[in-house]
């Protein structure tokens, strides 16, 4: 198998960033003009009361930024773990780029039509490929 360029796996790192970046601006975007319609601005309120009156396409893209610190948060140290050993190969970059590509899917459908059976086929197509490199580092680590 040929090397692979042990920075190249900053790609992906460096593409889920960008998803977390579009996702906070698309929450921020419909959220203002939702509180500002509302005229929510000097009302004392919890986010839980926030949530309950905003509409799905409001919290859609705020309960997705949520998931972007969720299992992305792994991604990211085992991408970095992979650097700092010089581990990264064909395999792990692919992988990467499974995730990254699953995760971008998942985001556009939870921002959007939110259908969830296929928002959580996507998550579970990403966190596969995310578990199958932890796996494997693993494996290689004790064997």
């Known amino acids: 198998m040929e090397p692979v360029d042990q ?5 992906p ?40 009156m905003t509409p799905p396409a409001v919290t859609g893209p705020a309960e997705n930024l949520n998931n972007l610190f969720e299992t992305p948060t792994l991604f990211y140290a085992l991408l970095i773990y992979l650097y700092v050993t010089g581990r990264v190969d064909q395999f792990a970059l ?8 699953f995760r971008v899917l998942h985001s556009a459908v939870h921002c959007t039509i939110n ?12 966190t596969f490929s995310l578990w199958l490199l932890v796996v494997r580092e693993l494996w290689k680590m004790l064997g």
Not at 116 to 121: E, K, M, T, Y
């Open 7 to 11: 920075q190249a796996i900053f790609a």
């Open 13 to 52: 790192f460096l593409t889920m960033m960008l998803l977390t970046l579009l996702v906070w601006l698309t929450m921020y975007a419909r959220r203002l003009p939702f509180i500002m319609r509302e005229k929510l601005g000097s009302k004392p309120m919890t986010t839980l009361e926030l949530m309950q």
């Open 94 to 101: 692919a992988a990467a780029w499974v995730f990254v590509i």
């Open 115 to 126: 259908i969830i059976p296929l928002r959580f086929a996507l998550y579970c197509l990403s």
